[in-house]
C-alpha cells in the first residue's frame, strides 16, 4: 500500500506548519458492547467497538479531521474473530464565503472468514469540496479506491463518487444524509457499488438525545443487498453525577440479501459510552446507525461495515 503510506504523510507534512497556529480541537469517543442475533441459523455474536472522530482548527482557515475505528467480533458462527479497522484523515480549507476544499485519505482492513465478501483491504483517497454553513452544509467527493478484496477479485481499482447533505434547523436537531457511488472495476468483473441514507438526531433536554437512520447498500459485485436501520437513546449523565459522558442504547437490524435465496436479518442491541470535548456537543454515539449514515465515509464498502457493526 505505498500510495496510502505516502498519501498519509503527505497530508501529515501540510497539516504540521499549522500546528503553532491551532485554535480550538473538537472531538468525542465511544467505547461500545454489541450483542447481535442473525436468523436462518445464523448464530450470535458479541463485538466490541472503539471509535473515534476529532476536529483540529487553526487560525489560518485549514482544519484537519481525524477518524478512526476498531471493532472485534466474537461470533459462533465464523469459527474466529471478525475484526474491522478504520481510519481516515482530511485536510481541508474553508474560505470566508463558507466554499470548502480539500483531500481525504480512508484505509480499511477487514477480515471476516468468509462470512461476507472475504478479506478486504482497502485505501480511499481523493478530493472534496462544497459549502459549509450554520444552517446547510453541503459536500461532494470524487476519488479513488486501491482494494484487495478475496470475494470479488484479487485486487479491484474503484472509482468513488459522494454527496453528503447536513441541515441544522435548530441548535438541538440535525438531520444529514448521503449518497456514494463506487464504480468498481475487478479481476473478475466490474460492478457497481452504491450506498444511500439519512439520519437524525435531536436534543431533548434534561440530558436525554434521541437518534435514529437507515441505509441501503447495494453490492453486486458480491451479491450482496444491505438495509440497515437502527433508533436509541442517550442520557448525559453529568446530570445526575460529575461525570462527563453520555450512556446510549441503541435497538438495530440489518437484513443481509446474499443472493440464492440467503436472506438473513440481523438483530443487534448496542450499548455505548461517549465523552465529548470542544463545541462537539451531544449527539449520536459514535457506534450507532445514525452517526455511520451522518458521517459516512469516502466510500460505500466502510459505510456498509460501519452499519454492520
Known sequence: MNIKTHTLLTCTLL??????????????ATLGYAHTSASNGGGDANTL???????????????????????????????????????????????YSGAVVGGYIDYVDFSDNGTLSGDVDATSYGLMGGYAGELLRVEGNIGWTDASATGVGSTSDWMDYGLNVTYTPTQNTK??????????????????????GVGANHNFGSGIVGFGGIDYVDFSAANVDATSFGAGVGYDLSQVSGIPGMVSLELARTNLDAGGGANVDVDTIRLGFTLATGARGTGAPLNSVA??????RHNALSTLYDNIF
Open 15 to 28: 497539516a504540521l506548519p499549522g500546528a503553532a497556529l491551532a485554535q480550538e480541537f473538537s472531538g468525542a
Open 49 to 95: 467497538t472503539l471509535d473515534g472522530v476529532g476536529t483540529l482548527g487553526f487560525q489560518n482557515g485549514f482544519s484537519l479531521n481525524m477518524d478512526g475505528s476498531f471493532s472485534n467480533v466474537d461470533s459462533d458462527s465464523a469459527g474466529g474473530d471478525l475484526n474491522v479497522t478504520d481510519l481516515g484523515l482530511e485536510l481541508r480549507y474553508r474560505m
Open 291 to 296: 452517526d455511520s449514515v451522518m458521517r459516512p
Open 175 to 196: 438531520i444529514a444524509g448521503h449518497w456514494q457511488l463506487s464504480d468498481v472495476n475487478t479481476t473478475v468483473n466490474g460492478s457497481n457499488l452504491y450506498s444511500v
